[in-house]
């Protein structure tokens, strides 16, 4: 019989290919339970699958914890038409080192690891060598629904193509090159926000040159804008939060907020006019971003970080008259998530979170639908409840009930109504001027 091969970790400083027999992968795979679901239903039962065999670069984690993040759900439910099941999500990942291969140099035995939201990249385009590994022009490998393209993140013995499954499962197998050192004195259970809420806001800040004296906008109060009020802060800015209602107000200055902005109250929306050098948009849900433009001064910027499945329409005038931008941001590379994950040890940063056994995950995935306003972040706890026993616990959880919002009424038209108003006098000055060249040239 002619043995299959997978690629499996190829050298980072060679790029040089390292086979494996795939029998071999199925006779020492690590044998691990996953908490996945068959279908867009989002029905998180427990299953038993098999990581891979510990690689000369890399690390093997018993998974801790695990935080739950609403791209989750987006992606379980598959919102973004690409879902591969069975889906077992998960990319903010904690736990501890239990053995690594014979050529990691970065980690060693009983340290605390973090892997993000992906897993592998190409590690030789031109993005990839800037840092930003999330932007690879020939596409990350994500840690979950996502098959494996650069031969460091095969996930199933024996299986050449096999997606990836991610953390929401009891053991991990990362290349060192994508692991995140997590200092023993942060709390684990609080690590694995980091991996996603955290560098998702510290990335754009980072990117956009947030400094002492910065005014930030955060709109959206839940596991990422509460994680971008505190590193906002850090930084040295000035952070005002911008949520639908008062209900987060408390909420807000709590975590450090130095303003507030109800978006459904007008006469407060029309204060911050101009007030803002950047707003970090954290909204999953689908929402009219040109409600928001207007809190922007000259110059400024909005950055959409949510996943929102239905597009926004932006009409050209507000951005023209007042140099202003729309922009997107996807999580941060390697390098841009140990420096946050650094930041937030050296200042005691911590997320907001609540610690859940796996047998609750299909409530959790209701409170996300439904918008979480509680803005804490949920964390599964592995070590703890992912065991056998889950098998039982979960059989006996219904599956979720998952209400899809209508999107709301769209305000753009009005918002560009009012942004031509505003302008209206500069603009009968560009008209004129344009008529009045037309007609000189036919003379």
């Not at 596409?139 to 953390?167: D, K, L, Q, V, W």
């Amino acid at each position: 019989k002619k043995p299959t091969y997978i690629l499996q970790h190829p050298s980072i400083p060679t790029h040089k290919d390292r086979l494996v027999d795939s029998d071999t992968m199925a006779n020492t795979g690590i044998p691990a339970i996953a908490l996945a679901c068959n279908d867009a239903a989002c029905n998180f039962k427990p299953m038993r699958f098999k990581r891979r065999p510990v690689g000369d670069f890399d690390v093997h984690v018993e998974m801790k914890y695990c935080g739950v993040c609403h791209s989750d759900l987006h992606f379980a439910q598959n919102d973004l038409g690409n879902a591969i099941y069975p889906m077992c999500p998960g990319h903010e990942l904690a736990g501890v080192a239990i053995s690594v291969g014979s050529k990691v140099t970065a980690f060693k035995v009983g340290d605390h690891v973090g892997v993000g939201c992906f897993v592998d990249s190409c590690l030789e385009c031109k993005q990839c060598k800037a840092g930003d590994e999330q932007y690879c022009e020939k596409s990350a490998t994500f840690t979950y629904g996502a098959i494996p393209s650069h031969g460091r993140a095969n996930s199933a013995p024996g299986i050449e193509m096999s997606p990836t499954f991610g953390g929401y499962s009891n053991q991990m197998v990362i290349h060192e090159r994508f692991a995140i050192k997590i200092p023993k004195s942060y709390p684990l259970d609080k690590a694995g926000p980091l991996m996603c809420a955290a560098i998702t806001m510290y990335d754009p800040m980072k990117h956009w040159g947030v400094k002492a004296g910065t005014r930030v906008g955060i709109m959206g109060l839940g596991g990422l804008g509460g994680m971008g009020v505190k590193l906002a802060k850090a930084l040295g800015a000035h952070v005002t939060v911008i949520s639908r209602s008062e209900t987060k107000r408390a909420m807000a200055m709590k975590a450090g907020a130095d303003a507030y902005i109800a978006s459904d109250d007008a006469a407060q929306m029309s204060a911050g006019t101009k007030l803002l050098d950047l707003i970090l948009d954290t909204i999953a849900a689908n929402h009219d971003i040109m409600h928001y433009l207007g809190l922007l001064d000259v110059s400024g910027t909005i950055v959409t970080l949510g996943l929102c499945t239905m597009p926004h329409t932006v009409p050209q005038l507000p951005l023209i008259f007042n140099r202003t931008g729309v922009h997107g941001s996807l999580i941060g590379g390697i390098r841009s998530t140990q420096e946050c994950m650094d930041l937030c040890a050296a200042h005691e940063i911590y997320p907001e979170t609540k610690i859940v056994p796996v047998s609750d995950v299909n409530r959790v995935m209701e409170y996300l639908a439904a918008g979480n306003d509680t803005g804490l972040r949920y964390v599964l706890d592995i070590a703890g409840t992912l065991t056998d026993a889950a098998f039982k616990e979960c059989a006996a959880s219904p599956a979720p009930k998952l209400h899809v919002a209508a999107p709301p009424a769209s305000t753009a038209v009005a918002s560009a109504a009012g942004a031509l108003k505003s302008h209206m006098l500069p603009l009968a000055f560009l008209v004129f001027g344009v008529i009045t060249g037309v007609l000189l040239a036919r003379k």
